[in-house]
């Protein structure tokens, strides 16, 4: 079974300083990883996604994500942030195109002015 | 652009009614999904359907069905709405060919059970 912790539920941050989200994931097989994120009062938009080859993968509006293997984790960063990525940002992981998508808890990621 | 509509952003019903929620996209996709997204859990997977008539167990399925009767078109049935049930439903489809690679969700359905 596969499973994804997301350990921070709100992470506050400075506009323009730099932000991690945290992603660890677990499973016995190899994976695809994604990040989500739900601005507020929409639906869920792909942010990024890690299928296979590079490790750093960049997404949408500057963000991207390391795949570590070893520490079977999937950050999300950005170097300076902004008033509008204030938002919800979901974690998710599967075995495989055609298999199911676990999602993690989420983190909602509060920029301050 | 890929667009999934969910019927209402806000419903409120009372124990006991059969509540019909509706999706529809846009993009000729094969896949579609219902989630339920409630604080502190995530996002956790009601129903999916690959195809016209074909549908699947997710991880929730208790309390719920669906029907799939056009492509377009999936609809999820609280048969009986109870006071848990109140949540965020959240419709989803994806790219044919892709499996569940990049799902495409609606804005979401908010239900309230009183």
């Known amino acids: 079974a596969q499973s994804v912790t997301q350990l921070d539920s709100q992470v506050p941050v400075f506009e323009e300083a730099p932000v991690e989200l945290r992603c660890n994931y677990s499973?016995?097989?190899?994976?695809?990883l994604f990040w989500y994120v739900q601005y507020p009062n929409q639906g869920l938009q792909l942010l990024l996604k890690?299928?296979?080859?590079?490790?750093l993968v960049k997404g949408i509006n500057g963000f991207e994500a390391e795949f570590n293997k070893s520490q079977t984790s999937f950050h999300l960063r950005k170097p300076s942030v902004h008033i509008s990525d204030t938002a919800e940002y979901f974690c998710?992981?599967?075995?495989?195109?055609?298999?199911?998508?676990?999602f993690g808890t989420g983190t909602k990621l509060q920029v301050i002015p | 652009d890929v667009k999934v509509t969910q019927s209402s952003r806000y419903l409120v019903k009372r124990t006991g009614e059969k509540v019909f929620l509706e999706c529809v996209q846009d993009?000729?996709?094969?896949?579609m999904f219902w989630y339920r997204q409630d604080p502190g859990l995530g996002l956790r997977l009601i129903y999916f359907?690959?195809?016209?008539?074909?549908?699947e167990k997710g991880d929730i399925p208790e309390g719920y069905s669906v029907s799939r009767e056009k492509k377009e078109r999936f609809s999820l049935i609280l048969e009986s709405a109870s006071t848990n049930q109140t949540s965020m439903y959240l419709c989803?489809?994806?790219?044919?060919?892709?499996?569940?690679?990049?799902?495409?969700f609606g804005p979401g359905t908010r239900l309230t059970v009183l």
């Open positions: 989803a489809s994806s790219i044919p060919g892709q499996g569940w690679i990049e799902q495409f």
């Open positions: 890690y299928l296979s080859g590079s490790t």
């Open positions: 499973s016995s097989v190899s994976v695809y």
């Open positions: 359907s690959y195809d016209v008539k074909m549908k």
């Open positions: 998710a992981v599967s075995r495989g195109g055609y298999q199911k998508v676990t």
């Open positions: 993009m000729d996709h094969e896949n």
